[in-house]
């Protein structure tokens, strides 16, 4: 055992002191963890807080490993280069970041496209990125970069540790990659194909007798632009072409022996068109080739990890001489119980399609909504609407109740708005579907939240179906448990912080005795409040938020409050969460 408070300091691994004076407890008792153990598969359900990124890099560092990170999102890919440069730790981002050597008026993802030697090369301004990046001890990327960087491009070297940050969702990610996704206008306006007839093997035979063409008209699109095609719309039609060239050619390949580990479905997109979806019913078959990739060790790290969690990304806690055992470490909270309450609120109904039909019912939670939010009047708050549609119907409720600190966004100008939210002088309650991950709300950004209905995914999808029924609904549930702790865990973000959360779907009661669904820390954090005897606020933090949290590139000068209209007109689109069936056991 290394005592991480006295013996290893982080400066001792040459990271910075004032940056990191100091390993918390938390983070040398994972780190003796992870060195006391030798199989391939580490996951660390570590809470809110615990500094997992210092974690993970100094364990790279210890073992002297060559590590590849991967995260989920451009904010924290652009904090781990902040933090860890000094270390050698370097990022690497799509071909569409960096500009094109030949073609100037094309970044080089469309230089690639198009056939020029530098992109294809690798001595263009990607190409030396890569090339650093293959000579980095710490290279950061994304997933999605990283699985078509291996499957299409030339990889970034060998590595001996593999950390997946935000592990909870790349099942996710590693299914989105595998996934393969027809659009109306790949069906209509450039194929000008009829929809097949049937159902998966048919679409198989249909992707084979189109591939021929739309290589061809790549092909053609190629030699326009080398033959000094400026025209933006031919680089547009060669990018659709392309991308339209890859899909057929992975869904003519998929065996037909195999049909059962995927998932047929025809749905409309966000614009309300329609996509005939072709998804894995599971990431098992597809996580060593597109993700694991042979590396030696993987770390797995995340706030919600379980054992259900690691059991869909086919990896088990149970069978140790199983390739794919995997140790799971639960530890617990870092912060004090007592600043972090979650209220389940008792509301006599639960949240479901029939209920939310009900204008009684729905009058009622935003009675309560608009009781929290107008006690909570001197700090910014946060309700979880799940879907924009109840967003707009949220917003038209506590507007009608005359509450008149709302912000909401739409989905072109989130960033935006949560700057302005969070760095405006006077408080705001904020509606979103969006803000369950990616972003860090510490202290004054964020003081309560309010969740008027738990997350569960879509039940009308086919994939969810399937994924259920293959589960016995362990599915759903799971992704319901760790969306909904990633959703109260984006406010308390250090040990002098504090937010209040307030839980208004009495489907709560029944899902937090299921075993194993939730962490314990999580549930030892809920305590039961009649909604008619709601409790008082915590103090006003007096703490003020230095600048906004990094969330993206806009900038937005501080500015009074003003009250932000619904946006009209809303949005006639769902988003996963937005139905719950009413024969969910209790």
Request: glycine residues 6%.
């Amino acid at each position: 055992m290394i005592d991480f408070e006295v013996d290893v300091l982080p400066s001792t691994l040459g990271l910075s002191p004032e940056k990191f004076p100091s390993f918390r407890p938390i983070q040398g008792q994972g780190l003796n963890y992870a060195l006391d153990t030798d199989c391939r598969f580490k996951a660390f359900d570590m809470p809110t807080g615990s500094g997992k990124s210092l974690f993970y890099v100094a364990y790279a560092l210890l073992t002297g490993s060559r590590v590849l990170i991967l995260t989920g999102t451009k904010a924290l890919q652009d904090q781990l280069l902040r933090d860890f440069a000094s270390v050698g730790a370097v990022d690497i981002r799509g071909r569409n970041n960096y500009t094109c050597t030949t073609y100037s008026w094309l970044n080089c993802e469309e230089g690639a496209i198009a056939g020029c030697r530098a992109c294809n090369g690798g001595s263009n301004t990607y190409g030396s990125r890569v090339a650093e990046a293959r000579e980095a001890p710490i290279v950061v990327t994304n997933y999605t970069y990283y699985m078509l960087s291996s499957l299409y491009g030339e990889g970034l070297g060998k590595f001996d540790l593999l950390v997946l940050d935000e592990a909870h969702n790349a099942a996710d990610q590693v299914c989105d990659c595998a996934s393969i996704h027809i659009t109306a206008h790949e069906m209509f306006r450039l194929l000008r194909s009829r929809v097949p007839k049937g159902d998966l093997p048919d679409w198989i035979t249909w992707a084979s007798e189109n591939l021929r063409d739309a290589i061809s008209t790549v092909e053609q699109l190629k030699a326009a632009i080398q033959g000094g095609d400026r025209d933006k719309e031919t680089m547009k039609d060669l990018k659709l072409w392309s991308a339209l060239a890859d899909k057929l050619t992975r869904l003519s390949v998929i065996a037909k022996e195999k049909l059962d580990t995927w998932v047929f479905e025809e749905k409309r997109d966000h614009k309300e068109e329609t996509v005939w979806s072709i998804d894995p019913l599971w990431a098992n078959e597809h996580v060593e080739r597109l993700l694991f990739r042979g590396i030696e060790r993987v770390m797995l790290t995340s706030a919600t990890l379980t054992e259900l969690t690691l059991e869909f990304m086919g990896l088990t806690t149970q069978d140790k001489s199983h390739p794919y055992y995997c140790t799971l470490y639960n530890f617990p909270s870092v912060f004090p119980t007592s600043k972090s309450p979650i209220y389940r609120i008792d509301m006599g109904f639960r949240m479901s399609q029939t209920t939310e039909k009900d204008p009684g019912l729905m009058a009622q939670a935003d009675e309560v909504m608009a009781q929290i939010v107008e006690a909570r009047m001197d700090r910014n708050g946060l309700i979880h609407s799940v879907s924009y549609p109840r967003r707009d119907r949220i917003y038209d409720g506590l507007s009608r109740l005359g509450v008149d600190i709302l912000i909401t966004h739409d989905r072109n100008n989130l960033a935006a708005q949560v700057q302005e939210w969070i760095i405006a002088v006077e408080p705001r309650a904020m509606i979103s579907p969006a803000l369950t991950t990616g972003y860090d709300l510490a202290y004054e950004a964020c003081e309560y939240t309010i969740i008027p209905k738990l997350p569960f995914p879509d039940s009308s999808s086919k994939l969810v179906k399937a994924r259920d029924e293959a589960s016995k609904r362990k599915y759903s549930l799971n992704l319901m448990a760790q969306t909904l702790v990633q959703m109260i865990g984006r406010d308390v973000r250090a040990s002098d912080d504090q937010a209040e959360h307030f839980i208004l779907d009495d489907n709560i009661f029944w899902a937090t005795k299921v075993k194993g669904l939730f962490p314990s820390r999580f549930t030892r954090l809920i305590t039961r409040r009649d909604r008619k005897a709601l409790p008082q606020p915590l103090p006003k933090l007096r703490r003020r938020l230095q600048s906004a949290p990094e969330i993206g590139t806009v900038e937005v000068t501080p500015q009074p409050r003003t009250v932000v209209r619904p946006i009209p007109p809303p949005d006639p689109a769902w988003t996963p969460g937005d139905e719950t069936d009413d024969d969910i056991p209790f």
